[in-house]
């Protein structure tokens, strides 16, 4: 009798050792599922630290002098303002859409820098002329690389040694967009002002 007994716990502690070996197992696979997926997103936030930022606008935009406004009984003349929204891409944090930075020069004059929205990262040219024409710009920005908060420390530690070996900056690189160009082509109206 107290051989089967002695027996019963051999078989327990055998079946107790089974079932560590099996969840140790399923661990040891599941931290290499972790480990593969954390290389994966390394390797892509990695390369897209070092992706430059793409802008689009359009190539042209046609406004009027001025538009012919009724206040009462009298007409006015008012100008009108161009308006231009320079979008980006390639910005993947909020900190990089708020911190975003855009110059805008027009032929023959110095740059001037761009208001930019904090939301979307894009920006905004706009403009009364107060001759018609046609008036040529160029588009650039610049922002910081920000990792983002979210990212499992794993993640970025291996993202910024990523960029230390490859000679980049720490945790933040700076990168630049290429230059876009457009024009404004303001136009006379030829719209007679009524009598009053």
């Known amino acids: 009798m107290k051989i089967g007994i002695y ?4 078989v327990a502690m055998i079946l107790e050792l089974l079932i560590f070996i099996v969840d140790r197992d399923d661990a040891e696979d599941q931290l290499r599922y972790t480990y593969r997926e954390y290389a994966t997103i390394d390797s892509l936030l990695a390369e897209q630290c070092k992706e430059s930022l793409r802008l ?11 538009v012919i406004t009724r206040n009462g009984n009298a ?3 008012k ?34 820098a761009l208001r930019t929205d904090p939301v979307t990262g894009n920006a905004v040219f706009e403009r009364a002329f107060e001759r018609e024409g046609t008036y040529e710009f160029a588009v650039w920005g610049s922002v910081i690389r920000v990792l983002p908060d979210y990212l499992p420390v794993e993640v970025r530690n291996s993202v910024i040694k990523d960029l230390s070996r490859d000679n ?6 700076e ?9 404004v082509n303001v136009v006379k109206n030829e719209v007679p002002i009524p009598p009053c």
């Open 7 to 10: 027996f019963l716990f051999y």
């Open 56 to 66: 689009t606008c359009p190539a042209e935009t046609n406004v009027p002098l001025y």
């Open 75 to 77: 007409y006015q003349k």
């Open 79 to 112: 100008t009108v303002t161009a308006r231009v929204t320079i979008t980006v891409v390639g910005l993947w944090s909020d900190v990089e859409r708020a911190t975003v930075r855009y110059w805008m020069q027009e032929k023959g004059k110095s740059p001037v």
């Open 168 to 173: 980049m900056l720490g945790p933040s690189l």
């Open 175 to 183: 990168v630049h967009s290429d230059q876009q160009t457009f024009r």
